[in-house]
Nanobody, 114 residues
Framework: QVQLAESGGGLVQSGGSLRLSCATS????????MGWYRQAPGKQRELVAR???????NYADSVNGRFTIARDNAKNTVYLQMASLKPEDTAVYYC????????WGQGTQVTVSS
């Protein structure tokens, strides 16, 4: 059974930092490029960062230079380090493979106050 469990969100002031974690089941983590997605109220879910099995990374223009994605293959965990947060980063953040599978976890809420 696929497991995606996101954690680490919270309320932070503009300019602050957060580190998100996603615990995954081996069946999804071991073979796929993984990504962090976010969905703001009234908007479509978007991919903000991705990391291949080998560690190559790509970022959306809106977060490039502020967010860093990483993975720990031994722990089946993927991370998103977020810095210099802005109010427009407010969203529910999810992890999934890229392209995403049908199953999504509950996500973790990130709220950035101005």
């Amino acid at each position: 059974q696929v497991q995606l469990a996101e954690s680490g969100g919270g309320l932070v002031q503009s300019g602050g930092s957060l580190r998100l974690s996603c615990a995954t089941s081996g069946s999804i983590f071991s073979f796929y490029t993984m990504g962090w997605y976010r969905q703001a109220p009234g908007k479509q879910r978007e991919l903000v960062a991705r990391i291949t099995r080998g560690g190559s990374t790509n970022y959306a223009d809106s977060v490039n230079g502020r967010f860093t994605i990483a993975r720990d293959n031994a722990k089946n965990t993927v991370y998103l380090q977020m810095a210099s947060l802005k109010p427009e980063d407010t969203a529910v953040y999810y992890c999934n493979s890229d392209p995403p599978r049908a199953y999504w976890g509950q996500g973790t809420q990130v709220t950035v106050s101005s």
